[in-house]
T-cell receptor, first 111, second 111 residues
């Protein structure tokens, strides 16, 4: 199955700033998915990223807050913009590869 | 839209006892179903998946799950719990191309 490298693994950020999270896959994949896991909660899909088109956002998530890039079939970034403490979560990327494979996650703390 | 419901946010068992984690799904089409495990401060690991082949699915670490269409269930079991099984377990279903998660069940294993 695919191997995903996600970074950074964790970060502590000041409110009002932005953080960009990167995911690199070791094979070409059509769709990449970005999830948020708030403290003690399950995973919620933020958006689906296809190469060459704009990401598709789920209800409650907007491009201005979570801009996504997908420049090629092995790479994607998620930016968390204008952060507030409520954005403190684990963010994970995922690909569908004979079962959905997940990156190790980015643990974000906003202070 | 497809969804899954996990009954019991916490399940506590004694070491050596049967593990049973419940998952019911709602789907208008034959579903693909998954169980994932998340150990503290780690990413998600796929335990097993059902993709309309055999109804009894065997996974890693001695876990298995049975797809029961009449009960719309996909419960996860393990005959004998180990201390190392203590973790958060998530049931998930595909909805179109997306993976939708249940709320999770935290498994506690008592010595």
């Amino acid at each position: 199955s695919a191997v995903i490298s996600q970074k950074p693994s964790r970060d502590i950020c000041q409110r009002g700033t932005s953080l960009t999270i990167q995911c690199q896959v070791d094979s070409q994949v059509t769709m990449m998915f970005w999830y948020r896991q708030q403290p003690g909660q399950s995973l919620t899909l933020i958006a689906t990223a296809n190469q060459g088109s704009e990401a598709t956002y789920e209800s409650g998530f907007v491009i201005d807050k979570f801009p996504i890039s997908r420049p090629n079939l092995t790479f994607s970034t998620l930016t968390v913009s204008n952060m507030s403490p409520e954005d403190s979560s684990i963010y994970l990327c995922s690909v569908e590869d004979r079962g959905y494979t997940f990156g190790s996650g980015t643990r974000l703390t906003v202070v | 839209a497809q969804s899954v419901t996990q009954l019991g946010s916490h399940v506590s068992v004694s070491e050596g006892a049967l593990v049973l984690l419940r998952c019911n799904y709602s789907s208008s089409v034959p579903p693909y179903l998954f169980w994932y495990v998340q150990y503290p401060n780690q990413g998600l690991q796929l335990l097993l998946k059902y993709t309309s082949a055999a109804t009894l699915v065997k996974g890693i670490n001695g876990f298995e799950a049975e797809f029961k269409k009449s009960e719309t269930s996909f419960h996860l079991t393990k005959p004998s719990a180990h201390m190392s099984d203590a973790a958060e377990y998530f049931c998930a279903v595909t909805s179109s191309y997306k993976l939708i998660f249940g709320s999770g069940t935290r498994l506690l294993v008592r010595p």
